[in-house]
């Protein structure tokens, strides 16, 4: 995976220097665009062969001259909100059912939870391959997305059940009720344009999620090292300040999707883009409940 979110290793959604829709058209209400920065010209990976395909469109211009991203034609074939939603709506439900299962068969009692949360690592470890191997194709795969979800649920029922039993009795929904929350709060900055999304916020977001990722991995090494929890940074103070920064990471993604979104639906994304579209909001989404879910156990745990 090019980064941690699929969404930027989207082919459909690329635009100049591989940023995904952070160098077409701004959004409304910002600067007018020149000439070198249209995004139809050859950079648009939605362009016929006779060039712009927005071309017979009179708003084009005018769209563009008031810095707001232009309307794709109504034309059979192209990605609407609605593709967007029915998608996501498919990949989550997935992702929900196998983890009600695996929560229901899984046992966690004393006697079998290391057989659960073995069988709960491997399928997060099949889904990580999933998720690398949609990643590098060129065109979304909805088989092999909703693998994905699937077994992406599987060890999100087992972690959540053993949180949940061990550590805090309703862990689980306090994450998603987290999660919806950031989601619905995220969604509304956005829209009502307290978030802009450019490239140089797109440019923090990547170094910010690599220099914790990069913490993470340290810390894991230290541990499979030394025994415990290696540098701190998944315990006590420091493990809730790196839970928030979690949190917050996921939150900036979430905005990066959306505008992906609305540039896909603006430029005439092809259909199937969808897929892809939710492929990227289930990874993300997946990232802040775990995020959460971690938070609360550490919360919890220090009682």
Known sequence: MRSRNPVFSRRGFSRDNGYAGFNTAPQAGGPAVGTQGNPYAQGNPYAQPSGNPYAQNPYAQQDLQYGAPPQAPATTGRMTMDDVVVRTASTLGTLVVTAALAWALL??????????????IGAALIGMVLAFVQSFKRKASPALILSYAAFEGVFLGVVSNIVDTHIAN???????????????????????????????????????????????????????????????????????????IGVILGACFLALDFKQVEDGIAYGAPREEAWLAAFGLTVTLVWIYMEFLRLIAILNSND
């Open 107 to 120: 046992p966690v009692d004393e006697a079998q939870i290391s057989r659960s949360y073995g069988i709960g």
């Open 170 to 244: 309703g862990a689980a929904m306090q994450a998603v009720i987290g999660t919806m929350a950031t989601f619905a709060a995220v969604l509304v900055a956005y829209k009502a344009g307290w978030i802009r999304v450019n490239r140089r916020f797109a440019g923090f977001v990547m170094a910010a999620t690599l220099g914790f990722l990069l913490l993470m991995v340290v810390n894991l090494l230290f541990a499979a090292i030394g025994g415990g929890d290696g540098l701190g940074f998944r315990s006590g103070g420091l493990g809730i300040m790196f839970g928030v």
